[in-house]
């Protein structure tokens, strides 16, 4: 009777597969109604709308920390550095939030109005002068400028970082939800979704330009106050989008909590340390749920992996032992999932690099612009800011031709549905980005050498190709790291798994932050300051930061292809996924005997 009661168990979460979805109501879905495109461009919407607001901030807010609340350059730059750091770790947080609890739908909504709010509030304290220090000119060294300390410092912390939850919580959200709306089980469906990811980064591209353009204009024009408030406008238009189309949308049943598989799976594998380990070899076995409703795993076909063999003993079936429970006998699709979550790390620790040299860009880049000739003509001056946007410019038109013409001739060659598969995309992009900083650390050479020597000031327009060739770099990197992790991950994995993609960026503008602290300590004598520690760009040695970000870029690109290699041994989880079946084990339960 037990036995039975455990089989329809299983049988019911069978139906809980990853093809199974609901409405925002709760109720199942039509897939004539729900997903597709048509949901998707909502998305695609909010995609736009949140990183126009999030950009026009963090892409000059190294000028207002810098010239209005008056802290020095290095710490302007690292207070840059860690603010855009904590909304990228923090979409640790909003992916598991939305695989476990809230669903990626109800997760954006709560979340984007906390960032809203965060907007609404440094639009306030920018506005006020009783919230910031009193005005004065950081670079003349005549004017003693007072640093923004107390309850102006505080207010201002509170809504930066306000902004930095609601931005984090949100972003892996955007991504995962979008992806979601192309069923992996429909063919038709499934080959669209490498069109969403480019669509995505064009979205985002399309964000950024306005960014970088319309409100930073209206920032360094009417205050940014108002620029501020143009970023609240924006983020609530988003937030009208992603409502608009919640008829639309497929969204996933909440499973729990993501992470009591995978301690599941470290557990039984610890407890049974002393039994015979599974097969290794690449027979294909079933998995379903072991008679206790997991968290996580729904019937499915699993490929073994011959990775981390060591976690194969969580799905042995102990000999003397009936009735296991579920933290002694695990699923082979729980192992599986627990080794995908290990095989990533690597790929995933590989494009730090690649965000520490994106931190220079929004920060010292920025500055090294503020110090060249910015005049287009008499009456208009390029604010140094949106020079970040021409790679966007460039993109722009890029990734329509990268998806119209480059992945339908390459899908011909590579008979890959993306065309170029996410692992060799990234390394594209980890090669290419080296030349940007080599770029940079010649332009600013020049432009050192051109203002200490003959005092005459070079144009802004000679940063650009460090800005270009980034962006390129970008299309490669960016859109292949999102690609490859939401493709690695089973059913209720795809929002945290999507948000290590982010994690990256994190971890770079901190590896940033450490950077400019210890170079400065290093390089500092008796008699000489540091290379980055004058708020004066010609006193510093800017150019050989960027010529060490070079070297470190290079090596890392050989890093990386050592474990794209090793990460390629084994058949990727996208493409075990293919094998996806609706039918029960042998055995019952998932566990290899």
């Not at 064009?202 to 106050?225: H, N, P, R, Y």
Request: glycine share 8%; charged share 15%; aromatic share 12%.
């Amino acid at each position: 009777m037990d036995v039975e009661m455990r089989r329809e168990g299983e049988k019911g979460d069978a139906s809980m597969d990853g093809e199974v979805c609901i409405n925002w109501r709760g109720k199942p879905c039509n897939s004539s109604k729900h997903g597709g495109m048509k949901a998707a461009v909502f998305v695609l919407g909010i995609q736009a709308f949140e990183i126009m607001a999030i950009a026009a901030v963090g892409n000059n807010l190294i000028t207002y920390v810098f010239n209005e609340m008056h802290f020095p350059l290095s710490k302007s730059a690292n207070i840059v550095t860690n603010f855009v750091g904590t909304i990228f770790l923090l979409s640790l947080f909003g992916g598991f939030l939305s695989d476990s609890y809230l669903g990626s739908f109800w997760t954006m909504i709560i979340f984007g109005f906390v960032e809203l709010s965060g907007f609404i509030l440094l639009s306030v304290q920018a506005h006020l002068p009783q919230l910031r220090p009193p005005k004065c000119n950081m670079t003349s060294p005549q004017e003693h400028c007072v640093e923004a300390n107390g309850f102006k410092s505080t207010m201002f912390f509170i809504a930066l970082y306000s902004v930095a939850l609601g931005s984090g919580c949100m972003k892996p959200n955007m991504i995962a939800h979008g992806a979601d709306q192309f069923p992996k089980s429909d063919p038709k469906q499934s080959k669209k979704l490498s069109t969403y990811f480019n669509s995505a980064y064009f979205s985002f591209c399309a964000g950024e330009l306005i960014a970088l353009t319309v409100l930073v204009w209206v920032q360094t024009k009417s205050g940014m106050d108002v620029g501020f408030g143009m970023s609240a406008g924006a983020m609530a238009a988003g937030l009208v989008c992603l409502v608009a189309g919640a008829g639309f949308y497929r969204n996933k049943p909440l499973q729990g909590s993501i992470f009591t598989p995978v301690a599941r799976v470290f557990v039984a594998a610890f407890l049974k340390r002393k039994q015979k380990i599974c097969p290794s070899n690449s027979e294909v076995v079933q998995c379903t749920d072991n008679g206790v409703k997991s968290n996580a795993v729904p019937i499915c076909t699993t490929r073994h992996s011959n990775k981390f063999r060591f976690l194969d003993k969580a799905c042995i079936k102990a000999q003397d032992s009936r009735n296991e429970g579920p933290w002694r006998l695990c699923t082979v699709a729980q192992v599986e999932q627990t080794k995908i979550l290990l095989s990533v790390i690597p790929i995933f620790a590989c494009t730090i690099i690649f965000n520490t040299i994106l931190a220079q860009l929004q920060t010292f880049s920025v500055q090294q612009g503020s110090s060249m000739n910015s005049n287009l003509s008499h009456s208009f001056q390029i604010p140094p800011a949106s020079l970040q946007s021409i790679p966007y410019i460039m993109l722009i038109v890029l990734v329509p031709v990268y998806e119209v013409w480059i992945v339908p001739f390459m899908r011909r060659y590579t008979r890959k549905e993306s065309g170029i598969d996410p692992l060799t995309r990234i390394g594209v992009g980890l090669f290419l980005v080296t030349f940007s900083m080599v770029a940079a650390a010649c332009v600013e050479r020049k432009r050192r050498d051109e203002a200490v020597g003959t005092g005459r000031i070079i144009s802004i327009f000679w940063i650009a190709p460090q800005f270009l060739i980034f962006g390129l770099s970008e299309m490669f990197t960016a859109v292949g790291l999102i690609e490859f992790f939401y493709k690695q991950s089973l059913e209720g994995m795809q929002s945290f798994l999507t948000a290590m993609t982010y994690c990256s960026y994190s971890f770079g503008f901190f590896l940033s932050s450490v950077l400019v602290s210890l170079i400065n300590k290093i390089t500092s004598t008796s008699s000489n300051s540091g290379w980055l520690s004058n708020n004066d760009l010609n006193k510093d040695r800017l150019d050989l930061f960027y010529w060490l970000l070079a070297v470190l870029s290079l090596l890392n690109f050989f890093n990386y292809l050592f474990w794209a290699r090793w990460y390629s041994k084994d058949a990727s989880i996208g493409e075990r996924s293919e094998a996806v079946s609706q039918k029960e084990n042998v055995n019952g339960n998932g566990a290899l005997v």
